[in-house]
Nanobody, 124 residues
Framework: QVQLVESGGGSVQAGGSLRLSCAAS????????MGWVRQAPGKEREGVAV???????SYAEIVKGRFTISRDNAKNTLYLEMNNLKPEDTAMYYC??????????????????RGQGTQVIVSS
């Protein structure tokens, strides 16, 4: 049984920063890829960032240069460092994991596992 629990969301002003965390329990290993997916009100879910089993990373163009995905395999925790936040970053952010080695940014519902989400609100 895999469980993913996100934390770190909140309300910030534009230009601020937040660090999301995702604690994974169960059969999630360093070789498995993980990612962050978000969904804004009235919009479709979109992939934000992925980190693969070899440590390589990919980012959506709209967050590139502002967001950083990382993982601490010893703690089985995934992170998303978000800087220079914009109102359009307001969304529910979900942590996701897959038994694959490589995840795709286009995955929004294809992951094997997904957390319950943490809300991020950015005010102008």
């Amino acid at each position: 049984q895999v469980q993913l629990v996100e934390s770190g969301g909140g309300s910030v002003q534009a230009g601020g920063s937040l660090r999301l965390s995702c604690a994974a329990s169960g059969s999630v290993y360093a070789r498995h890829c993980m990612g962050w997916v978000r969904q804004a009100p009235g919009k479709e879910r979109e992939g934000v960032a992925v980190i693969n089993g070899d440590g390589s990373r990919s980012y959506a163009e709209i967050v590139k240069g502002r967001f950083t995905i990382s993982r601490d395999n010893a703690k089985n925790t995934l992170y998303l460092e978000m800087n220079n936040l914009k109102p359009e970053d307001t969304a529910m952010y979900y942590c996701a994991a897959d038994r694959s080695f490589i995840c795709q940014l286009s995955w929004t519902s294809a992951y094997d596992y997904r957390g319950q989400g943490t809300q991020v609100i950015v005010s102008s």
